[in-house]
């Protein structure tokens, strides 16, 4: 027997988990060698979750106008303006910008994460020409797809989370001594976070899986996938406007149905996903 | 220069010399309307190189994808090892070694880890990739390049390295893609070396896709040729030019290249088979010595200098061209 025909007994589920490691830790560091990924995967964050609610904290800090703020509640839901309604005039302003209305904008990191890691691992395997290599290697379909998906997923889920840790000592330090105690993590953030943010991760890799089978450069993946953003920003420009301010349970659901869409997509992306397919259109 | 064996102590993996390893009956398949690979029946038996010769679009990229269970076939079958490579590609693909016409090597790792990666998905253990890739690494003559990404490296280079990575798990059956294209000279004869070696002493199974003529004739032990897909002929390179190269080859010095009025006057003796121009004359084909009399005569006698002449056996490269040139019923006999 030679050292080809040694039989491999390493799969849980049916999923060798030792080939799909292998092929998340070569693209991770890959990845992270590449500039032209790694910058606006860390830029986008950083000016959001960072930069963006110093700049709106330090202004909400210095408005002088609670009437305002008073009107925008009245058209909020009962259920979302109780809360910021019974805190101090003071308080309410940061607590709505930093603890609602961004919210929203937070969805756009593991959205765009996954779909510039995606368009990276599924469309840039072919630019590169290393895809039919490992068309040629012994992994099988599921399994290359499963690792294809973790490379896009797992860094959205962690980027956004570290991102939103960011952004909770930011909130909370530009909100010190007007705000009495924490601002973040309040219970909608909460759902964002640990709830509509994978989904909104998968969601994207679910779309770019779609597109990047159709495309050949990375560049015309994302280009492609860049709508999947225009949700966000409308969902942004109705949160702002009060149109879209939900309360928990609605949070709750709305991610449950992203969940879905995302579930799906990711289900037909990976029937779709065979040698014969990728090497057809390679 | 590539020295040593890439297989490191491990006994050679072929006992079976001679028994056929890959078959395929009637195997095709289209892309769309294009069809690339068509009725393909093919026997390769083990320790044997097999060249599939053909221009690009030929089908031999295909036809390694199919035999390799990349590609599923749209008609015929395919056994490889006695396994259909489409229901049991994993198992296939585990005991063969593929070199595809570009390197496929991502430019952002460095040696070391595109061949530890390739190490990993081969089920070797960290400690078992490491050093069988510091042994390819050694062999192939880039240990002091290990840890530069690959992106800097020439195409020489890059292929060295693909040939390394395609050899690390000892594969029983090699697929080489062009293995050549793109090497200089000195690094194109350490390869093609390096192939015989693999059948001749290690027992291993080459098939090589190529569209060079004089790397398939030197190192295979048979060629296939194939063209739009389809096979036109196979054998051992001297049977397939005895029995497709119809008459005898010879070239006409005339001091520069032939004119019309001399083509015309050759191709007007009888027994001239075929005439082509050339930079310095003509290249054609007689029937026999007194064919050959004839033409010369008929040349000096319309006041053609001629400067001298030759005739020659048969080489791959006429057997080739003249295959391109002719209708593919033609030599249908010679592929069954």
Request: proline content about 5%; overall charge neutral.
């Amino acid at each position: 027997m030679t050292l080809a025909q040694t039989p491999r007994n390493h799969q849980v589920f049916g999923i060798d988990w030792p080939v799909v490691r292998a092929v998340v830790a070569r693209d991770l560091r890959a990845i992270r060698r590449s500039k032209a990924v790694i910058i606006p995967m860390l830029l986008v964050p950083f000016l959001l979750l960072v930069v963006l609610p110093l700049l709106v904290g330090i202004a909400a800090r210095r408005a002088s106008s609670p009437t305002s703020t008073i009107s925008f509640l009245d058209s909020l839901p009962a259920a979302l303006a109780g809360p910021i309604a019974s805190l101090p005039p003071d308080e309410q302003l940061l607590t709505l910008v930093l603890g609602y209305l961004l919210a929203p904008l937070f969805l756009i990191v593991p959205l765009m994460v996954s779909a510039v890691l995606a368009a990276d691992a599924f469309a840039g395997e072919k630019e590169r020409h290393t895809m039919e290599t490992l068309l040629h290697l012994p992994i099988a379909d599921r399994d290359l797809f499963i690792a294809k998906f973790l490379t896009g997923f797992l860094p959205a889920v962690a980027i956004s989370w570290i991102g939103f840790t960011a952004f909770a000592v930011v909130a909370n330090a530009v909100s010190w001594g007007i705000v009495d105690g924490l601002i973040v993590p309040n219970g909608l953030w909460l759902v964002v976070i640990f709830w509509v943010a994978p989904a909104v991760a998968t969601l994207g890799l679910g779309i770019m899986v779609r597109v990047s089978a159709r495309s050949r450069t990375t560049q015309e993946a994302n280009q492609l996938g860049g709508a999947v953003i225009l949700p966000l920003i409308f969902l942004a420009v109705g949160q702002a406007t009060g149109l879209l301010l939900v309360d928990l349970a609605v949070a709750f659901a709305a991610g449950a149905a992203v969940w879905m869409v995302a579930l799906f997509l990711v289900w037909r992306g990976a029937s779709k996903f065979t040698r014969d397919r990728i090497a057809g259109n390679a | 220069m590539i020295a040593g064996t890439p297989f490191d102590g491990v006994s050679p993996a072929v006992d079976r010399e001679g028994e056929v390893v890959i078959t395929t009956r009637d195997l095709s398949r289209s892309f769309d309307d294009r069809v690339a690979v068509d009725a393909l029946d093919l026997d390769v038996h083990a320790g044997e190189v097999l060249a599939l010769l053909g221009p690009n679009g030929a089908g031999k990229t295909t036809t390694v994808r199919l035999l390799n269970g990349v590609l599923a076939p749209d008609r015929g079958e395919t056994r490889v090892f006695g396994m259909d490579p489409n229901t049991d590609g994993i198992e296939v693909r585990r005991r063969t070694g593929v070199l595809t016409e570009t390197a496929g090597l991502d430019g952002r790792l460095t040696a070391r880890e595109n061949l530890e990666f390739t190490a990993r998905m081969r089920g070797l253990s960290k400690a078992e990739s490491r050093r069988r890739v510091d042994l390819q690494l050694d062999r192939f003559e880039m240990h002091d390049m290990a840890e530069y990404r690959t992106a800097g490296f020439s195409t020489g280079q890059r292929k060295r390295l693909a040939m390394a990575r395609a050899l690390l798990h000892d594969p029983e059956i090699l697929f080489l893609d062009e293995p050549t294209s793109g090497l200089d000279p000195a690094a194109t004869r350490d390869v093609t070396d390096l192939i015989g070696s693999l059948a001749r002493e290690h027992g291993r199974t080459v098939l090589l896709a190529t569209h060079f003529l004089g790397e398939a004739g030197r190192i295979a032990d048979r060629m296939a040729v194939l063209d739009h897909g389809r096979l036109r002929a196979i054998g051992r390179p001297d049977d397939l030019a005895a029995e497709l190269w119809n008459g005898v080859p010879a070239d006409i010095d005339l001091g520069g290249p032939a004119t019309s009025e001399a083509i015309a006057i050759v191709a007007s003796v009888e027994g001239v088979m075929r005439q082509e121009a050339r930079a310095t004359g003509l290249t054609i084909s007689v029937r026999d010595r007194t064919t050959m009399a004839r033409v010369l005569t008929a040349l000096t006698s319309t006041g053609h200098a001629v400067y001298g002449a030759s005739m020659r056996r048969a080489s791959m490269e006429d057997v080739y061209f003249a295959l391109e040139d002719s209708p593919m019923e033609s030599f249908e006999q010679v592929a069954r």
